[in-house]
């Protein structure tokens, strides 16, 4: 991951905004922040401490907050959000995309929220109620109603004509929608098909047959997994009955892919996906402190395994120097498979079809490099302490542990997902548990048998 | 992570192709693969055992293998190529992308590739040749050339009439690149403006200034963001001289937003992004083996350090047994920093201009859960073992860890980064080794101190 460019740049923006704030020169911040795109006015605010971000936030042209919340993250937004009075978010709301406004409305509490509402004009508020009546994860709540329609049976030429009468198509229109005249949506029609027909063709001939309407219900992440799948760059979203009632652009598309491969990596380490970098100490303390807690449980659980071992330990301190080996290379190799699993369930790959011939893969390939690693690992510890009895122990818990892992790496996210239980988030510390418990059992276990008086 | 009703769709498909396989209908199978998308052909084959691979690969149309090449994931493609025949691979590219075909050729041994080559009409491989000549990684790697180019003094009418002579536009064109007679870049124009604009005007006074042209070297990281940051759906490439050479679409940059996500997930766990689910089993073994070797030897270097306190773990079994807790915790809560800090620099959100303070928000957060859990811990053991002094000794390791867990967890991934070590692959296993030594110093050695006799 080496440094880009477009880093430094950012990092160089960030350093002459922070050193100009900390001298007090607000006019020439204000100045600094006056031509930068919102994307990097929100980089700039999630990049600095929570406390610095009030101020940046009243140094920023007011006409561009709105497209500044559009980009900010939820947990920065919401900070910035409980400082805002009622009439001036409903005056930022005005300039904003109904997907957005609806996003940063659903985060503010009730009575803000019907304040907002209420000072908006009543044309936005019907197109902001109605975007808001879908749930935020569906396609109803990401679209956009900024869609031009057209009826099947009119010409190209018509068409082309009413275009450049309206002066200006919506933000990164790619087709137009063909429509009955109840609204029921009929068809798509690419731009680049109207520019390249003849005038006098009649619209419904050049209706693309590929591209379906979705419904307005649909999960995100399935509408993500249908971009991708067909290439598309927009789709229409309809109701229950199939009228037309906006549209998804790729745009919006990305955010969640992204978020969606964060999701996974975020989880694995007990963090939200949406956690502010520079959020304050007390906030951040708390949000993992859970996470600490929860594996303080299942640490404790693995020492009270230990702890029923305490008589060999107590012969032999050299078990206790060595009990760490086997259940660490366990946690290793398991978050290996788990890790591997939780990003096929994620793309897809895997499910009930093929469950089981994975099972056994991993099976093999933990029992495989069990092998290896028990011949090295035995090797090393009988030439150190000059005890092969020792050595064959260790190699035992070290294939059967690695072994467990390979399966506990398959079974655990499989059995969660069955349960509509996270994967990514409650995966690893059942499998570091299960690896743990596993690891120190064949280990002391065998210890017991083999080298107690 | 519900499991939608798409990835039920894939499963569905996947069961019916397997078992219709395994019963030896070929001719069925055939027919179930025929009306399916690339997508769909690429995941039921990245869905499958490798060995069945290869007879899927055969019972897919053969003029869909170009399609299919383009979506599946590097390392099964590169499983599939190595059966291929040098002609058929070339009759198979000349359905292919040049930017996809030009990553195909990347992958292929010297010989194959040059047979290839030259097995080709003259016309595609110097197209082909021109996309080799740049990195992989980079704009003019990812970019395609088939871009429609105009002159700035021509009207909107007379490109009207070009487009509908021409009859087709190359896929996903949102914009057309004004270009001067010895092929300068000068502008963008979208096919919105042409469509709103009036037939007399003049093409120059509708360029997009927003839309500015990357250089072929860009490093395609940088390409994402700049498509993120402005929403762009397309962005014209240039040489050194500023000669359009092709165009980048979204859908390109979605693929890398993913791979770049999922890279930092999957390095994290010592695996490969582009790693296959179904390798053969003495593949993965390899695969795996390399991580678990790394951290054989940090955990080795664990064990040596316990093994410095053999003395006291001999007189006191109850150590043996908590000795993994501090460390376990530790390493917890350094890797949620991490991940927080890996996921910050990969957005640019953290860099020089503000380590600092992160670093001191860390060791604030570290310090601060550092006391809360060794309160909790110490009233824990001291009321189990009423042992108020082993209680102490526990609580004072636990907070040294957790604190420098924090610390560790923001320096080591910034240090990484300068030595230009990619910080997801390498971060995680030094991050632990230090928390896994400072935790057992602090344990054994204040337990050495205070308990021994």
Known sequence: MPETSEQEDNQQRLLQVNKALGSGMFVYVRKLLQNMPAYDLALILQSSPSKSRTVLWQLIDHDHHGEVLEELNEEVRKGILKKMRPEKLAEVAE??????????????????YREVLSSMDSQDRSRVEAALSFDEDTAGGIMNTDTITI????????VLRYLRLKGELPEATDSFYVVDRKDHFIGAVSLSHIVTAKPEVVISKLINDEITALNADMP??????????YDWFSAPVVDDEGRLLGRITIDDVVDIIREE???????MAGLDDEADTFAPVFKSTQQRSVWLGVNLITALFAVAVSSMFEDILGQLAILAILNTLVPS????????T???????????HIGESNARTLLYKELAVGFLNGIIWALLIATVVAIWKQDFMLGSVIAFAMLMNLTAAGIAG??????????????ALAGSVILTT?????????????ATLLLGT
Do not use: C, W, Y
């Not at 743990?436 to 276990?445: E, K, N």
């Open 95 to 112: 300039g904003m995309d109904v997907d957005d406004l609806a996003e940063v409305l659903r985060t503010l509490p009730d009575s803000v």
């Open 151 to 158: 009826r099947p049976d009119v010409t190209v030429d018509v």
């Open 220 to 229: 995100e992440r399935e509408v993500a997994q249908l971009f991708e799948r």
């Open 261 to 267: 491969a964060e999701h996974s990596m975020m989880s």
């Open 329 to 336: 290379m366990g946690g290793v190799a398991g978050n290996q």
């Open 338 to 348: 788990l890790t591997l699993v939780i990003r096929g369930m994620a793309l897809g």
């Open 410 to 423: 398959v079974t655990i996210p499989l059995f969660l997902k069955k349960l509509d239980i996270d994967p």
């Open 434 to 446: 299960v690896t743990d418990v596993v690891g120190i059992f064949a280990f002391l276990g065998t």
